[in-house]
């Protein structure tokens, strides 16, 4: 069967794509590679290339055994691209008397040319269910608040089709504020019945009233999943036939055909478009990491939350390579006008080693209008940007410098190690010949200071260890920390002045040739140093050492001299210059009652979330036992999808910690400075091809 599709293919005579050498290098050695581990690798493109590129890259995974064993295929629900261009004519044709917008913002999301606002005011009665007065609302005359997920009772799937049924966790913090289903359930006449009422029978019916239906209900509540509703597994069959019809359309041989896609939550997965690569400067659209497509616009922790790539805060930027601003006379801040058929943005440039050259990208999501004071007016709206025949960019755009500045709210700067062993990165090959190639960087080094007395406990001694292996830099570890510690937000106008709070940052380095650079990031926290540096200087001992191993802070014996920080390595303590911490009723309920809401004048770094062990100790307190192994999960290792950072006792020989501080690959940051970190990191290990190859 591929042998019959490759021959196919190159029956087209389609011409070959001009490659540079590096790049015709990289492609044979991949090649080569791929054959020589037939059944160990695994091809991969970017979810918005065309239909025929995934296409042929799961029939290369075919043909080289690839397929089961490294990809389970997963059926998601068919969208209908269709439905909004239906909708829009229907109004157009003043054929809608009544529409219930309950989709989050279609006139923000929808298309600058489809001039979705003008066909909504045809509509005589335009009713919007949403969590916020948005763009939408304010063209809708009727408003209805809606219920947050956390205070409804709702059902869901799972990416394997399991239902689960959600449970509201609290009481609706707004009056006249109703979930989908109570509003919907108006129209349909049943507004008599609860929403916990119509999703019980809801259940009931779809599992055929059987005569034990209360007792699986309550099992299905305790469990929050219902059992036996994931989806069969989806089997992905190559279509030889459809892979030729869409070689043949790139090719131009066939009929022209256009892919669209509705703007959903999988928008940018399943958009495709065919096009050939345009002349001149490419522009690429992209979803925000953090703001998605403006939805989470008016959410201060996601607005502060750095960019795991550019670092940028509080902004958008078009994102260019060093060679291709070198050529357009740009840097950094340079305000640059954007033009696209007669369309433009002005926003600011940001230079970014390993952007392709003659690209231009720019993040969607910002700009927004109707947001509220955290987000009105952050950044620059791109969606002036967007076509609807191509809403991701692969247009020819032109770029020219305004002669304006704009300042760039960066959290790092600096991109580049100086050659100090920092991030580390080795070869497999290399480490796994010599594994005691780190042991220069896992011993303490001289101290600065004259020895104390080392307290320890014989019950409990804490530590950390970060995987660099395993860390993709996601930043859900800075969230969780931000929102379990009480961590305030400081503006554009705090970052600027590198007053960010942070307890925990991800360093971002590139490595090697800054035009095909390489990538590592690097979670660095308070390391909680046997021998803290910090200790030292402190005049009123607001910052002490436990017997247990932890680098603490007494917030109301500090006065604010900031010698602590000053004295610290690794840059990791964090000062509240003003009073940051909103003190209304309402913003209050977000915050952590078990940890202490500092004030103006004090210094602040990250605990090991010690509240956390304090529950634990409490617990195994109660039971007349010590705390297990396990108990313990500080927030930012509980959201690390990875599972790049571990937590535990060092003292229990089995534990998980221990293993990794035995590990031939950990190292001590700052290792020559002696202060003895309780928190290590483990090496991440690359394996590259030989010369010329992958």
């Known amino acids: 069967g591929g042998s019959a599709l490759a021959s196919g293919l190159a029956s087209l005579r389609v011409p070959p794509t001009a490659l540079t050498d590096a790049q015709r290098a990289w492609v044979r050695g991949a090649a080569r590679d791929l054959v020589a581990h037939r059944g160990m690798g695994r091809v991969t493109v970017g979810p918005r290339q065309p239909p025929l590129v995934h296409e042929l890259a799961f029939a290369m ?3 080289l055994g690839n ?8 059926a998601l629900p068919d969208g209908d691209p269709e439905a909004l261009s239906s909708l829009m004519g229907e109004m157009f044709n ?3 008397d009544t529409l219930i917008i309950t989709a989050w913002n279609p006139a923000w999301t929808a298309m600058v040319e489809s001039d979705f606002a003008r066909q909504l005011e045809r509509v005589p009665f335009r009713l919007y269910h949403g969590l916020h007065e948005d763009e939408t609302a304010a063209l809708c005359p009727t408003f209805v608040p809606a219920t947050h997920p956390f205070e409804s009772w709702r059902d869901g799937r799972a990416p394997d089709g399991t239902a689960s049924v959600l449970q509201p966790l609290i ?11 109570e509003l919907l359930s108006v129209f349909a006449g049943l507004e008599s019945r609860s929403p916990y009422e119509l999703l019980k029978s809801l259940w009931r019916e779809r599992v055929g009233s059987p005569p034990d239906f209360e007792a699986r209900w309550e099992t299905w509540l305790a469990d929050g999943v219902i059992s036996g509703t994931q989806a069969p597994p989806a089997r992905a069959v190559l279509n030889e036939a459809e892979v030729m019809r869409d070689a043949r359309e790139v090719a131009g041989l066939g009929p022209p055909r256009v892919i669209g896609d509705a703007p959903d939550l999988r928008a940018e997965a399943r958009a495709s478009y065919l096009w050939e690569t345009p002349k001149g400067l490419e522009l690429s659209l992209v979803l925000d990491s953090r703001l998605y497509d403006g939805r989470f616009a008016g959410n201060a922790w996601l607005q502060e939350l750095p960019d795991p ?17 070198r050529a357009l006379s740009l840097e950094k801040g340079d305000v640059a006008r954007i033009e696209l058929l007669g369309r433009a943005v002005e926003v600011p440039v940001l230079v970014l080693p390993g952007q392709p050259d003659d690209t231009v990208t720019l993040a969607l999501g910002h700009g927004r209008e109707r947001v509220g004071p955290v987000g009105q007016g952050v950044g620059v709206n791109a969606n002036a940007l967007r076509l609807q025949s191509r809403p991701w960019g692969g247009t020819t755009v032109s770029i020219a410098r305004t002669g304006r500045h704009h300042a760039l709210a960066l959290t790092q700067e600096h991109w580049s190690m100086e050659g100090r062993q920092l991030a580390l990165q080795l070869p497999q090959a290399s480490f796994r010949a010599k594994p005691q190639a780190l042991h220069s960087l896992q011993e303490d080094g001289e101290r600065l200071y004259p020895p104390n007395a080392l307290l320890k406990s014989n019950r409990h001694q804490w530590a950390m260890a970060i995987d660099l292996h395993r860390c993709t830099g996601c930043s859900a570890c800075m969230v969780a920390c931000q929102t379990e510690n009480n961590v305030p937000v400081v503006g554009r106008e705090g970052v600027l002045k590198s007053r960010e709070m942070h307890w925990l940052r991800i360093d971002r380095y590139f490595l090697g040739d800054p035009d095909d650079p390489g990538f590592i990031t690097q979670p660095v926290a308070c390391v909680h140093c046997e021998a803290a540096p910090c200790e030292y200087v402190c005049p009123v001992n607001a910052t002490v050492h436990s017997d247990e191993g932890l680098n603490q802070m007494v917030y109301n014996r500090c006065i604010g001299t900031r010698y602590c920080s000053n004295n610290c390595p690794y840059k990791v303590r964090r000062f509240n210059y003003l009073e940051y911490q909103q003190r209304e009723p309402l913003t209050r309920l977000r915050q952590n009652p078990d940890v202490t809401v500092r004030s103006r004048g004090v210094m602040e770094k990250c605990t090991y979330c010690v509240q956390r062990i304090e529950r634990a100790r409490t617990v195994a307190r109660s039971a007349h036992r010590d705390v297990r192994e396990g108990e313990v999960r500080t927030a930012c290792q509980q959201a690390c999808p990875t599972e790049a950072i571990t937590f535990g006792d060092l003292r229990v020989p089995e534990s998980e910690v221990r293993r990794k501080h035995e590990d031939p690959r950990h190292y001590k940051l700052l290792n020559t400075l002696g202060t003895r970190p309780r928190t290590v990191h483990l090496v991440r290990l690359k394996n590259p091809a030989p010369k010329g190859g992958a």
């Not at 397929?67 to 997963?74: A, G, K, N």
Request: proline residues 12%.
């Open 61 to 63: 995974d075919e043909a």
């Open 67 to 74: 397929t089961p064993r490294l990809i389970e295929p997963v």
């Open 94 to 96: 003043g054929r809608v």
């Open 171 to 181: 009481a609706p913090l707004f009056p006249g504020a109703v979930s989908e289903v």
């Open 309 to 325: 790539v550019t670092k940028l805060t509080w902004d958008n930027a078009a994102l260019l390579s060093p060679a291709t601003a």
